[in-house]
């Protein structure tokens, strides 16, 4: 654990939110107390943690952290060799499955002593105490634990650069989401998903940004030899929108729905009828069964932590711009065409790749027929030249456009040659004038027809006219991640400590705060400054400033001389700190594990808030 810099620990809490009234109506997606600590946790795995970073922690409770391994000196270096990076990879799972092991060991040794303080623990048994100290209600904690030590890796580099990457169609993804009459903060579930990867692939096989199965796909959109559309960021986003009613429709809730995106419909709709209940929170805790383990139990945590990063990007990405929205010319084909025909007018190859990320690799590279009525994005200002083109020689029917020539093997036969390119026999002899009974030899020249593919027309695609279209920019989600608080019983304040050794004021702005953010808390009753005890434990202050208030912690003496200068109510009584890690020592806070109830001092003179 990182003991943070400096006596005096900043804490900060907006006590109202001021983006709360950016929406008439609150997002629907229900957000239980009992998941607060889980959400805190993926806020930090998307935002504060980045691939560098190794957390050890309790699979069951998320949240109870015994170690951050900062892994920098094992990351590659563009001059290292093969063998250098195999050593670095080596060294890394090496040294996580040290720090797991050491956890496990140290908690079944914690299970066996069963300490009442960490009075004489040290090392990792010391970690596992304090990180559990919360919960010394349960004395056969360590012994549960030490058969859940997780190990996360941070994601925060690749979250960052996928807000920012997202940029070129987010705006249009969040236009999609509301036609389709979907919340617009359902786009979260694609950064839960893919971090906005157009090309993602995961190791089953799901693919593009919504990740869906060949499988499912095939149910939703076209996947076939030119195209496959789980990889275009609008075309995925109509079919996730589609599935995404049907399973909210069967199942009754968000919160099924979302989760039965990561483990079925199927099997969620076997949770709701076995409970009786569509309530996220009741299925969470009381369904049981083998599959559904870690990533089912955490996946709507993580799309609400994904949901809240969105809606603070600008605080949690400081100086992190999405890139501009993609501009571009619609052009339905007239005719078939291939890729190396666009090229040679002068499009771009790697644009018109970028732009249509839904061709396959073979079309891309020209080696698949573009079929006619295909709607492609044109780089702006060239679509008008590529229709002209293609319409000048076009032919009255057009009615078989041939994919490629091959030669006949030894043995090949015309059936077998429609079967391996998937057209049909007929259509192979005509574009050739032979007849099914005609015999053909080894050498002889076929011309193939292009097989007979589907695609969907891209909404604003226009028959025999170019369209100019711009992506809408993305709009704000604050509004959804400041109802998120609104739904759970206020705590009395929230203590988040600023990671570093800079002075504290009230102006001061912290990624740490932002989580606070959405956590509101009661008014409490407030203490004026010249009754506050000089000596003592910590105190709060509540410090008003632009927007709301924020808390402070720290002794009173420091705090009086650090805001001598501005209006500050010291506030008073018992503190509970849920959901965030941290514990004190001494006057100093430290980084890591859950906190006990803080006392704030009340001076004895004090008869109650003064009129």
């Known amino acids: 654990m990182t003991k943070l810099p400096g006596l005096l620990c900043v804490a900060a809490l907006l006590l109202s939110d001021p983006l709360a009234h950016a929406q008439e109506t609150p997002h629907p997606f229900e957000t239980p107390a009992s998941l607060l600590p889980a959400v805190g946790f993926w806020v930090r795995v998307y935002s504060e943690w980045d691939t560098s970073h190794v957390v050890i922690h309790d699979s069951a409770q998320v949240d109870v952290l015994y170690r951050v391994l900062d892994l920098t000196e094992f990351n590659p270096d563009d001059g290292d060799s093969t063998l250098v990076r195999q050593a670095k990879l080596a060294a890394r799972i090496t040294a996580v499955a040290q720090a797991r092991t050491d956890l496990e060991v ?18 990792a048994q010391r ?162 069964t083998g599959r559904f383990g870690f990533a089912a139990k955490n996946y709507y945590a993580e799309f609400l932590a994904s949901l809240h990063v969105l809606s603070h990007a600008e605080l949690y990405f400081k100086g992190v711009k999405p890139v501009a929205p993609w501009q571009f010319d619609l052009v339905t084909l007239p005719r078939s065409t291939k890729a190396a025909e666009l090229w040679a007018l002068r499009v771009d190859r790697d644009d018109l790749a970028e732009l249509n990320p839904a061709l396959t690799s073979g079309a891309s590279a020209g080696l698949v027929a573009l079929p006619r009525g295909l709607t492609l994005r044109i780089p702006a200002g060239q679509g008008k030249a590529v229709l002209a083109h293609l319409s000048k020689d076009l032919a009255e029917d057009d009615a078989v456009a041939i994919a490629r020539t091959v030669t006949l093997k030894k043995g090949q036969t015309l059936l077998a040659i429609a079967r391996k390119y998937n057209v049909s026999l007929g259509e192979l002899c005509a574009v050739n004038g032979l007849s099914p009974t005609d015999p053909v030899n080894a050498g002889q020249a076929l011309k193939v027809p292009a097989a007979r593919t589907g695609f969907t027309s891209l909404p604003e695609a226009v028959d025999g006219r170019v369209v100019s279209v711009t992506f809408a920019r993305p709009e704000p989600l604050r509004a959804h991640a400041a109802s998120l608080a609104s739904q759970r019983p206020a705590p009395e304040a929230v203590l988040v400590a600023f990671g570093d050794d800079k002075p504290a004021t009230p102006g001061r702005k912290s990624k740490d705060l932002v989580l606070a953010s959405a956590l509101p808390t009661q008014e409490l009753e407030p203490v004026v400054l010249g009754q506050v005890p000089q000596s003592g434990p910590p105190v709060m202050l509540r410090v008003p400033h632009r927007g709301g208030a924020r808390i402070v912690a720290g002794p009173a003496t420091e705090l009086e001389e650090t805001f001598a200068d501005d209006s500050v109510d010291i506030v008073s009584g018992d503190v509970s700190l849920p959901g965030i890690d941290m514990t004190t020592s001494g006057d100093a806070l430290q980084d890591g594990t859950p906190v006990q109830p803080l006392p704030v001092v009340m001076p004895a003179s004090y008869a109650g808030p003064q009129s």
């Open 127 to 288: 970690e596992a105490f304090v990180a559990w100290q919360s919960h010394a209600e349960d004395p056969d904690r360590f012994g549960h634990a030490a058969q859940r030590v997780r190990s996360q890796r941070g994601i925060s580099d690749k979250y960052s650069a996928g807000y920012r990457q997202s940029g070129r169609f987010l705006g249009a993804i969040q236009k999609a989401l509301k036609e389709a009459g979907h919340p617009e903060g359902l786009v979260a579930l694609a950064f839960t998903e893919s971090l906005m990867n157009l090309h993602a692939r995961s190791v089953s096989g799901a693919l593009g940004p919504w990740q869906f199965l060949s499988g499912t796909g095939r149910e939703y959109m076209a996947i076939n030899t030119v195209v496959d559309e789980r990889k275009d960021p609008l075309l995925a986003t109509l079919s996730a929108a589609r599935y995404l009613h049907n399973s909210k429709k069967r199942l009754g809730s968000w919160g099924a729905a979302i989760t039965a995106y990561n483990y079925g419909t199927n099997g969620m709709s076997r949770a709701v009828e076995q409970l009786g209940t569509s309530n996220i929170e009741t299925i969470l805790a009381g369904y049981k």
């Open 106 to 123: 140290a908690l079944e040794a914690l299970d066996q002593k069963r300490p009442e303080s960490a009075k004489g623990l040290t090392g």
